[in-house]
């Protein structure tokens, strides 16, 4: 079973940093892309940035270039969206997601739960 457990959010000043990790576990032989998305009240989920982890290209939306930072995933098989200059239109529920994960079982893809960022004074 493929697991994705996110964790870092909170509640954040205007122009402040926040770094959110996930975590993956389970029977994976790869994972091809990771990403982070995020859902505000109200509104659509939306891609904030993915990173294939064979090229390391990156993808970032518009609203978030400059500001935030998508890493490789690390040998603890964590990987992490460094957020800085927060601004309030950021607060939304982050998720971590994980794109044609293969595994014994065949390729999957995978959602984690999600962790709340709230940036306010």
């Known amino acids: 079973q493929v697991q ?28 091809r892309v990771m990403g982070w998305y995020r859902q505000a009240p109200g509104k659509q989920r939306e891609l904030v940035a993915t990173i294939n982890t064979r090229s390391d290209m990156t993808d970032y939306s518009d609203s978030v270039k400059g500001r935030f930072t998508i ?23 982050y998720y971590c997601h994980g794109d044609r994960i293969a595994t014994p079982d065949g390729v999957k893809d995978c959602w984690g739960q999600g962790t709340q960022v709230t940036v306010s004074s």
Do not use: F, W
């Not at 994705?4 to 994972?31: D, F, K, N, T, W």
């Open 4 to 31: 994705l457990v996110e964790s870092g959010g909170g509640l954040v000043q205007p122009g402040g940093s926040l770094r959110l990790s996930c975590a993956y576990s389970g029977s994976i032989i790869s994972i």
């Open 71 to 93: 890493s490789k995933i690390n040998a603890n098989k964590t990987q992490t969206l460094q957020m800085n200059d927060l601004k309030p239109e950021d607060t939304a529920r």
